[in-house]
């Protein structure tokens, strides 16, 4: 029963893998190396997450922010963290101590 377990959790883990990196194929073609924030004006959560990206950038973080959103990007803000492909999207707002942590210097 444990190994029946363990061959779907894979199976749903490669299904998974495959979904995204089909969805983050546009984005990451436009991509270089680094770290991606993507925003916009009207986004009232993009607002409260332009300050903790701001101060990011303030102590050596490069992060490109774009404006010009790519058809797949559907959520603001999004952060994409680019180690020759996607490494990490998130979505919605995120803490200032979670981006310290993930985002490359």
């Known amino acids: 029963m444990v190994k029946i377990k363990i061959a779907i959790f894979l199976i749903v883990l490669i299904i998974l893998s495959l979904v995204l990196t089909l969805n983050a194929n546009e984005t990451s073609n436009v991509l270089e190396i680094g770290n991606h924030y993507f925003t916009a004006e009207w986004c009232v959560a993009c ?59």
Request: charged content about 30%.
């Open 47 to 105: 607002k409260k997450q332009t300050p903790i990206i701001k101060k990011l950038q303030k102590e050596g973080y490069v992060i490109k922010i774009h404006k010009d959103i790519p058809k797949d990007i559907k959520t603001l803000p999004t952060i994409i963290i680019v180690n020759g492909e996607i490494i990490l999207k998130l979505k919605g707002i995120q803490s200032y101590q979670k981006l310290q942590r993930l985002m490359v210097k």
